[in-house]
């Protein structure tokens, strides 16, 4: 076992595949100079055909690396931040998502498309977004919200491997967390949540970097004998229903705790999900636990209070629980 | 060199021009009656740069269309049957029903998929480009795309990638001088559009799409730059539909008179032009033709009874293709 970071868990899994498969290669914006040390070693080892800066040119770089997929390589692009995604949201809808079922399945693009949420630090409305949720109503596509440095290299292994477009989005608030990375190489399949915590009396599911808020509203609540379970989706899409449901089931309350716009949230889906199915094993509402429907302001004055926190999903359960 | 064009190329030149004219008419036809569903955009006049283009490339190349592109798969020598039981819905079509007139691909002779969003196929025709050239095949890759789409900015990102990274790829601007309704003289401010192509420091060239030979003898040259290394070429074939923008739209758009239709028609017809030439000065004869003709007829007959007698996808193929390994979970 080795401590990493969930940074270099990003660089080990692009290395590992790299190294196994000649098709994989990385482009995307100032990459070749490692911005984020997410590619440390990479062109040194395996050249500058295979680390390619792109011209700052986000729909271009996105059919670019759809046309080469659909020929037979496996690209991972980098868009840094989410929000950088907007002006490439035609290729991905269009073209991505769904070149494979338009064309009868004559082809598929594996692409991963990689872009990291940072927020809560003073950059106001156009840098600040978790836009997972927009992406998940568009059939065709698989969707990594990684909650630690474990499962980022697992998934992202799965996700490079996979035959079909797959966006990671990737937390910046875990950066510098570490797991202990087992020495053996390992996957993770995609669309099987993770139980992080089991308990009998509320189902707490979580998000990315929302697991940590939710295991630590865990751990308090359990002082006042409140036996949380939490359930770690690690793929919003394909999104493990039955691992929701049963949980849901078995507790007969459910909170749902992410960090994107309350609207259309994945929070909101499962919600749907969980009254739809699991309704009369209920005994309490369901809870969202999201970021309320403003833009994010660059003051920290106004912005620290719209994120989920630790306090928000206590409360949460207490009121689905009163 | 035209003219040293073999006796077999001009005449597959001409079989495929004549493809085209007659699968579009009949798709035309089938389309008012109901048979075709959806809308069917058609390029009738345009089968010169069309067929000049492919038969520049080889049957491995790759090409990616737009939304009128029927065309493109047949010029490139796709089988008629698949592509007229795509337009008619059914299971037996290159797509399986799924894709339709805009959406038409037959991977078996290189053509990627046709795309429907303006200008989204520019760059994804440079990364096919691109993935041939990291693996090392000496494959090109061409897309197709109308004067419209050279406003988008996809036409400027994928272009400006592909000179940057010396692509093996070609764009072919087919220009009919509308997008729908609108003259690109009012939305372009420059006389062609391959002037463009000195903003990302490559070639770019005007050619006569009415003219088969001199669509294919610049394509041939654009492809032979792209697999010796030496990067993409802007070509703008000047061109003209015959047809509205969709067939059978039941509205007069008045933006072009009927004289302009009847004068391409009468004086620039890519088919009629070739024909003329090349029984005049090249030697063939009227009767070759003729019995291509009746052979290309037959052969779309028979791509429409084909289609006919084919049955519709089941309800239930409409959740297949949505994913290639994806876990039984999310069903």
């Known amino acids: 076992m080795a401590s990493r970071t969930f940074l270099e868990a990003i660089r080990d899994a692009q290395y590992e595949e790299m190294k196994r498969d000649d098709s994989v290669f990385i482009m995307g914006e100032d990459v070749e100079s490692n911005m984020f040390g997410t590619f440390s070693g990479l062109k040194e080892e395996f050249g500058a055909d295979r680390v390619r800066n792109t011209p700052i040119a986000e729909a271009g770089m996105t059919g670019v690396a759809v046309g080469a997929a659909m020929v037979g390589m496996r690209p991972v692009v980098d868009y840094t931040m989410a929000p950088f995604l907007y002006p490439a949201f035609d290729q991905i809808i269009s073209m991505a998502s769904k070149t494979r079922y338009l064309y009868g399945g004559q082809g598929g693009v594996p692409v991963v498309l990689r872009a990291n949420m940072i927020y809560g630090n003073a950059n106001a409305a156009q840098h600040s977004d978790r836009p997972y949720s927009m992406f998940m109503n568009m059939p065709g596509l698989n969707i990594i919200v990684p909650s630690n440095a474990y499962e980022m290299k697992g998934l992202l292994k799965t996700a490079i491997r996979n035959n079909d477009p797959v966006l990671s989005f990737e937390d910046v608030a875990l950066w510098s967390s570490k797991s202990e990375i087992p020495d053996e190489e390992y996957t993770i399949p995609f669309g099987i949540a993770d139980i992080k915590r089991e308990g009998e009396d509320v189902t707490i599911f979580a998000i990315g970097a929302m697991v940590n808020l939710a295991l630590a509203a865990a751990e308090q609540l359990a002082k006042e004998g409140i036996s949380c379970e939490i359930i770690d989706p690690r793929t919003v899409a394909p999104l493990d229903r039955a691992t929701i449901l049963t949980s849901a089931r078995k507790t007969g309350h459910f909170v749902a705790v992410d960090s994107s716009f309350e609207m259309c949230s994945a929070a909101s889906e499962v919600c749907a999900l969980v009254a739809e199915q699991a309704f009369w094993d209920l005994r309490g509402p369901v809870k969202r636990v999201c970021t309320p429907n403003t833009h994010i302001p660059y003051s920290p004055s106004m912005e620290k209070q719209l994120y989920p926190t630790v306090e928000k999903v206590i409360d949460a359960v207490r009121s689905v629980m009163a | ?331």
């Open chain 2, 1 to 331: 060199m035209k003219q040293n064009l073999p006796r077999e190329t001009l005449l597959e030149m001409y079989r495929r021009m004549r493809r085209i004219r007659l699968f579009e008419d009949l798709a035309e036809e089938i389309h008012r009656n109901g048979e075709v569903p959806g809308t069917c955009h058609t390029s009738q006049g345009q089968e010169g740069e069309i067929v000049g283009a492919c038969m520049a490339l080889r049957i491995d190349d790759y090409m990616v269309g737009n939304h009128r592109s029927h065309g493109h798969p047949i010029g490139k020598g796709a089988k008629l049957d698949g592509l007229m039981a795509e337009l008619m819905a059914r299971k037996t079509g290159v797509c399986g029903g799924k894709g339709g007139s805009m959406h038409l691909a037959d991977f078996s002779v290189g053509s990627l998929g046709e795309t429907s969003i303006v200008g989204s196929g520019i760059p994804v025709a440079a990364g096919a480009a691109l993935g041939a050239k990291m693996k090392g095949l000496d494959r090109v890759s061409l897309c197709f795309f109308g004067d419209g789409a050279s406003n988008e900015g996809t036409f400027h990102e994928g272009i400006n990638m592909a000179a940057n990274w010396k692509l093996p790829v070609i764009f072919l601007c087919e220009n009919n001088g509308y997008a729908i309704s609108t003259p690109i003289s009012t939305t372009a401010q420059v006389e062609n559009i391959a002037d463009r192509a000195v903003g990302y420091g490559i070639p770019g060239v005007v050619v006569d799409g009415q003219d088969v030979l001199a669509v294919f003898e610049v394509v041939r040259e654009a492809v032979h730059r792209a697999r010796a290394g030496q990067g993409p070429t802007l070509v703008e074939a000047k061109t003209y539909r015959y047809l509205d923008h969709a067939a059978n739209l039941g509205r007069n758009l008045a933006y072009r008179t009927d004289e302009e239709v009847a004068e391409w028609r009468a004086k620039r017809d890519p088919i009629a032009l070739f024909d003329e030439r090349i029984t005049g000065e090249m030697g063939i004869k009227p009767a070759e033709l003729r019995q291509i003709d009746d052979e290309v007829k037959a052969e779309v007959d028979a791509a429409l009874e084909f289609a006919r007698s084919s049955p519709f996808p089941d309800a239930e193929e409409a959740f297949t293709d949505v994913y290639g390994d994806r876990l039984a979970v999310d069903a």
